[in-house]
């Protein structure tokens, strides 16, 4: 399967402590035990890198690419009909522009779920969308 993980799940996984880190920890455990696939995009990227880049954490930054260099992670593309079909989510659902983007990638990458901690994208149906649990 793959799956296309929300920012804020590398974020819990790689730059938090406490809960929401044990919790990022357990389920992307599960799914390389599973054999399972990670899809981003690199809207992904960028929302990861932010907070390193603006702090100037070299070390942080080179975690988060070398699991974005991963061979078991996969990068979809943003294509115009990545945006189109944003569009129609956006305006279906009122969700924020990157919350379409993310699930448009999803959804026109054909991935089998969508990992998220934000109960609001549970509301979109094209996609399977996973509470992180």
Request: charged letters at 20%; aromatic letters at 20%.
């Given at each position: 399967m793959r799956?296309?993980?929300?920012s804020c799940i590398l974020i819990y996984f790689y730059d938090h402590i406490g809960s929401f880190?044990?919790?990022?920890?357990?389920r992307l455990?599960?799914?390389a035990a599973a054999g399972d696939r990670i899809a981003v995009s690199?809207?992904?990227r960028l929302e990861c890198r932010v907070k390193p880049f603006k702090n100037h954490d070299a070390a942080k930054l080179a975690v988060f690419d070398?699991?974005?260099g991963r061979p078991d992670v996969e990068i979809v593309p943003i294509t115009t009909t990545v945006f189109d079909r944003a569009m129609t989510i956006r305006a279906a659902h009122g969700f924020k522009l990157g919350d379409s983007l993310h699930l448009a990638a999803a959804t026109?990458?054909?991935c089998d779920g969508?990992?998220?901690?934000?109960m609001r994208l549970?509301?979109?149906s094209a996609v399977p969308v996973e509470m992180l649990p």
């Open positions: 799956i296309y993980c929300d880190n044990v919790r990022a920890v357990n455990m599960a799914f690199d809207l992904v070398a699991f974005f026109e990458s054909r969508f990992l998220t901690n934000d549970s509301a979109f």
